[in-house]
């Protein structure tokens, strides 16, 4: 097995964080995050600049996702990442179960709505795209549970069990293509559950919770499975470089036990994220019935007093 690392040098020495954790930037994800960040603080500077507020706690969740994403992809991580099945997996459960969390609780796309300038009269900007898009029936598809659900099932079973992931990993393009697809994988997964961002697939709060918990059970699964394996059932890790000094059916299980760990994380932070979400919805809604109880007088307790009335001289 060719371990050049599509030009690196892969005869890394043996596995250790403060190795793995050695600046070692993959330049495509470096300028995105970059550039992902100057564009956010762009947008947070120009509602400042208008005397509009931006609430710092999703500044600082769109900042740690994107240093979640360089974290995986510009350190060495990503070089253990090409000859170890544990840490690749590492990266696969961040980058598709932790950074999507916390870059959609940032509210890019809200932000991007209320920073961009509205286009002139019978004309098309940047903003108004936006809105196109996210009204668009394309969009309306893929944040579909029915779309979302099975998408992230296949991005396991169909890639690993699959020659694919053996084939996306033979190229720089190919390995650069199937990080971007375990993000966006992610993105679009938890969106509709629990982003902060207006989008076309909605429901509440309780189908919300089980959309949750109908993909992580496969994670699990999948875990369980390179665990149980009892030969290496990825071609790309069949044969480590000796000098890392591993075992492939014991890296593989390793990998197998970050899957089935990483069932549990993400569900527990997004459940937080949906029950404090649910409280604060259910807060706004307590306080314009109040006002609007305080413009009417109360109208809607005094026609169910009337109600009461009218059954109580009924019974007479």
């Known amino acids: 097995m060719d371990h050049s690392g599509h030009g690196m040098t892969m005869d890394l020495p043996p596995f250790t964080l403060a190795r793995a954790l050695e600046w070692s930037a993959d330049p495509f994800f470096l300028i995105a995050c970059l550039v992902a960040l100057a564009l956010?603080?762009?947008?947070?500077?120009?509602?400042?600049?208008?005397?509009?507020?931006?609430?710092?706690?999703?500044?600082?969740?769109?900042?740690?996702?994107v240093l979640s994403v360089m974290l995986m992809m510009c350190t060495k991580l990503n070089d253990y990442g090409?000859?170890?099945?544990?840490?690749?997996?590492?990266?696969?459960?961040?980058?598709?179960?932790?950074?999507?969390?916390v870059l959609l609780l940032g509210a890019p796309i809200t932000l991007a709505l209320r920073a961009l300038p509205v286009a002139g009269r019978d004309r098309k900007g940047p903003r108004?795209?936006?809105?196109?898009?996210?009204?668009?029936?394309?969009?309306?598809?893929?944040?579909?549970?029915?779309?979302?659900?099975?998408?992230?099932?296949?991005?396991?079973?169909?890639?690993?069990?699959?020659?694919?992931?053996?084939?996306?990993?033979?190229?720089?393009?190919?390995h650069i293509l199937m990080m971007v697809h375990f993000l966006m994988v992610g993105l679009v997964f938890f969106w509709p559950i629990m982003g902060v961002d207006p989008g076309p697939h909605r429901p509440g709060y309780v189908m919300r919770m089980l959309e949750l918990f109908a993909g992580m059970p496969f994670h699990a699964f999948f875990g369980i499975a390179l665990m149980m394996a009892s030969a290496p059932m990825i071609g790309t890790y069949e044969n480590p470089p000796a000098s890392l000094g591993i075992d492939a059916l014991g890296d593989q299980t390793a990998a197998g036990g970050i899957a089935w760990a990483f069932s549990e994380i993400p569900s527990v932070l997004v459940l937080i994220a949906l029950l404090f979400q649910w409280q604060r919805s259910e807060a706004r809604q307590a306080r314009r019935k109040d006002r609007a109880a305080d413009r009417d007088g109360d109208k809607e307790l005094e026609e169910y007093n009337a109600y009461l009335a009218s059954l109580n001289a009924r019974g007479r």
Do not use: N
């Not at 208008?50 to 996702?65: H, I, K, L, S």
């Not at 029936?137 to 099975?150: E, K, L, Q, S, V």
């Open 40 to 65: 956010y603080g762009w947008g947070v500077a120009r509602l400042v600049r208008r005397g509009d507020g931006w609430p710092v706690g999703r500044t600082v969740a769109f900042t740690v996702g």
């Open 82 to 101: 090409m000859v170890m099945f544990s840490t690749h997996m590492v990266q696969h459960m961040v980058l598709s179960m932790l950074s999507p969390i």
């Open 128 to 174: 108004e795209l936006l809105l196109a898009l996210l009204h668009s029936r394309y969009m309306r598809i893929i944040t579909h549970p029915a779309f979302t659900i099975p998408l992230f099932i296949a991005s396991l079973y169909g890639l690993y069990f699959t020659p694919i992931f053996d084939f996306l990993m033979g190229s720089k393009p190919g």
